[in-house]
């Protein structure tokens, strides 16, 4: 079994994931082939208090997404640490929303094959919304709406693991209308998985 932690509204502020991943459970209810192999495990609302406050940070005033494997004291962290560490996921995918940006864009880190995950997840939620094409984005390299690094103390898999698993961080342009920043994100989320499935019966045959 593929094990894949989706994670979303580390940042209290950005309620699209958490819309996100209630309408692709509708869409795996649906088609459950979708997630044939693979064992999902859903964190909708990562940062409770301040998606009820609508506030970026928790109310202990941290942004909770700077805040991993640093021997955090964060109570949320600590929890959503160990339960990467348990799990010991295949891949980890966070859903953000970027009220800077005008299009969509993504962090990939971990294994090699996350930016060939991203790249058809990008096609497929560009049917929905453009693509962020500028050269730098939040201070990064991009390119073609792709970053290979990301800030310290994201949330991913323990730093410097031997077998990392793929990491894709996924960013809408939060200005665009509500439903087209799900819509993009429940394609990006399915074409990652028909991907990484894909990919994987083909390496088995290698
Ligand atoms: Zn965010």
Redesign the pocket.
């Known amino acids: 079994m593929m094990r894949v932690g989706v994670f979303a509204t580390?940042?209290g502020d950005?309620p699209e994931g958490v819309l996100a991943l209630g309408r692709f459970l509708e869409q795996l209810a649906a088609q459950p082939e979708l997630g044939e192999g693979f064992g999902l495990f859903l964190y909708p609302v990562c940062n409770p208090s301040g998606f009820e406050d609508n506030t970026?940070h928790s109310r202990s005033g941290k942004d909770l997404?700077r805040e991993f494997w640093t021997d955090t004291v964060e109570p949320e962290v600590q929890v959503l640490e160990s339960e990467i560490q348990e799990q010991a996921f295949d891949g980890i995918i966070t859903l953000?929303?970027?009220d800077t940006s005008d299009g969509l864009y993504g962090f990939v880190r971990g294994a090699v094959l996350s930016e060939h995950l991203l790249q058809p997840a990008l096609l497929q939620a560009g049917r929905f919304l453009p693509r962020n094409h500028r050269e730098t984005i939040d201070g990064f390299e991009a390119r073609h709406g792709i970053i290979r690094s990301g800030y310290p103390g994201m949330l991913q898999a323990r730093p410097n693991l031997r077998h990392p698993p793929f990491e894709i961080t996924l960013?809408t342009p939060q200005k665009a209308p509500l439903h087209r920043q799900v819509d993009a994100l429940v394609a990006a989320l399915t074409t990652i998985l028909t991907e990484y499935r894909y990919l994987q019966a083909v390496g088995q045959n290698i």
Request: charged content about 45%.
């Open positions: 580390i940042h950005e970026r997404n953000h929303s970027d960013e």
